[in-house]
C-alpha cells in the first residue's frame, strides 16, 4: 500500500489501522484522488484526529533536505515571527539556499513600512544564524504577493527540486494551493486547515520532468498558544483581518487582559501607551493590579474569554515573566497571540503566559 500517499497530508495510504497516519476504507482506493479518512473528516467536516507522531518525527523528515539539492523556502507567520522560525534551519536543510517568506501580510494594519519589514526580517533571521538569499512578504490567503514570489522561486531553483517549510499553522498548505491555482486553476489540491500538523509527510507536486515542488510536514513548536486552546479557541486567536490596534492609556499598578490567556501588568512608571495587537476577536480587559488575581479566579471562561471550557481543561498555570524596559519603542511579544507595543520606556512590566508559552521583547516592528 505504500506506493499510495494521500493527496491531502501525503502519508501512505493503509488499510488496516484506523488509529495510525493514512487509514482509509479499501472503498476509497477506487477513487480517482485519494485522501485518508483524517483529511476527508478534515476537509469536510472540520474534524481533527491527533496522530501518533512525536514532535522530533517532523524534524527527523525535514532532515531529509541536507541530502538532496534544491531551494529550500521558510514560511514565517509575520504575525508570530519568533514562534514560527525554525531554529536550527540551516543544520536540517544543508548547504541549499533559503528563501524567507513572511506570510500573512494582510492582517497587519495598512500603515506598516513594507520594506522596514522585509529588512527586520532579514535581520531577525541572521541574528538567529539563517543567511537567507532574499525576503518576500505575501499572504497567501488572498493571493497578494504570490505571483512576484512564484517568478523568484523559479528564478533561483534552477531547475532543482524546492522544499516548502515552516511551522504548524503558518500556512503552507494554502500557499502551495494559491501557486498551484495560479500556475495550472486546480483548486485545494492539498488539504489546509487552521489546526496544528495538516501534513504528515512530503507531498510530491511536479514542476517538470525533474524536478518537483516538496510540501513538508509541519514543525512543531510547543511554545506556541496555538498548542494550549481548543480548535475553537484558535478560530478566535487567529487573526482573518487586518488587525485594528487597540490604546490604553495606563497608569502605573493597572493590569491588561487578553481573555483569559495571557494578562500584562504595570508594576512601576509613569502613565504610558500601550498599543495592542491581537486578533480583532480577542476581548481586552483591563484591571487593577490589586483584583487583577480575583477576577482570573472568579471570571476565567466567562468575562475573561477565551478561554472555553475544554481549553481550561488543559491550559498549565500562568507564569510570571518581568521586564524592565529602557527608553526605545518595544514589543512584548506572546508567542502565536499577539503583541503589545510600548512607544517610550523607562517602565517595569509584568506578562503572564501559560506555562511553556514563549513571551519575548523585540525592536518594535510598527
Not at 476527508?40 to 523528515?61: A, G, I, S
Not at 494551493?177 to 501534513?199: D, H, M, Q, R
Not at 490604553?248 to 491588561?256: D, I
Request: hydrophobic share 35%; glycine share 8%; proline share 5%.
Amino acid at each position: 500500500m505504500s506506493d499510495i500517499q494521500c493527496q491531502g497530508c501525503g502519508a501512505a495510504i493503509q488499510t488496516t489501522d484506523p488509529e495510525q497516519p493514512g487509514y482509509a476504507p479499501a472503498s476509497a482506493l477506487e477513487r480517482e484522488d485519494i485522501i485518508c479518512k483524517r483529511c476527508f473528516r478534515l476537509k469536510h467536516y472540520n474534524e481533527v484526529q491527533d496522530v501518533p507522531y512525536q514532535d522530533d518525527d517532523f524534524l527527523e523528515m525535514l532532515n531529509q533536505i541536507s541530502n538532496n539539492e534544491g531551494l529550500v523556502v521558510q514560511l514565517v507567520d509575520i504575525f508570530d515571527f519568533n514562534g514560527s522560525f525554525i531554529p536550527g534551519l540551516k543544520r536540517l536543510t544543508g548547504n541549499n539556499p533559503v528563501l524567507l517568506v513572511g506570510n500573512k501580510m494582510d492582517v497587519l494594519p495598512k500603515s506598516v513600512n513594507q520594506g522596514k519589514v522585509k529588512q527586520w526580517l532579514k535581520k531577525s533571521a541572521k541574528e538567529l544564524g539563517l543567511k537567507v538569499e532574499d525576503v518576500y512578504l505575501i499572504s497567501a490567503e488572498k493571493n497578494q504577493g504570490v505571483e512576484e514570489l512564484s517568478q523568484a522561486i523559479d528564478k533561483l531553483r534552477k531547475g532543482r527540486d524546492v522544499y516548502i517549510v515552516g511551522t504548524t499553522n503558518v500556512g503552507k498548505s494554502t500557499f502551495i494551493n494559491t501557486l498551484i491555482a495560479n500556475t495550472s486553476g486546480v483548486k485545494e489540491a492539498i488539504t489546509t486547515s487552521y489546526f496544528p500538523g495538516t501534513t504528515l509527510g512530503f507531498i510530491d507536486i511536479p514542476l517538470d520532468e525533474a524536478s518537483s515542488l516538496y510540501d513538508t510536514p509541519g514543525v512543531i513548536h510547543r511554545h506556541q498558544m496555538a498548542h494550549y486552546v481548543s480548535d475553537q479557541d484558535l478560530k478566535v486567536i487567529t487573526p482573518r483581518k487586518e488587525i485594528k490596534p487597540k490604546v490604553y492609556q495606563l497608569n502605573g499598578e493597572q493590569t491588561l487582559y487578553f481573555g483569559g490567556l495571557a494578562r500584562l501588568d504595570f508594576n512601576i512608571g509613569e502613565r504610558s501607551s500601550f498599543i495592542c495587537y491581537f486578533s480583532n476577536e480577542l476581548n481586552i480587559h483591563r484591571t487593577k493590579l490589586e483584583k487583577a488575581d480575583d477576577l482570573y479566579n472568579n471570571h476565567l471562561g466567562e468575562l475573561l474569554t477565551p478561554p472555553d471550557k475544554e481549553t481550561i481543561e488543559k491550559l498549565p498555570p500562568l507564569k510570571e515573566h518581568t521586564f524592565k524596559i529602557k527608553g526605545e519603542k518595544t514589543d512584548i511579544v506572546f508567542s502565536g497571540l499577539g503583541w503589545v507595543t510600548i512607544p517610550e520606556g523607562n517602565i517595569t512590566v509584568t506578562a503572564h503566559v501559560p506555562e511553556g508559552v514563549k513571551v519575548s521583547l523585540r525592536e518594535s516592528l510598527i
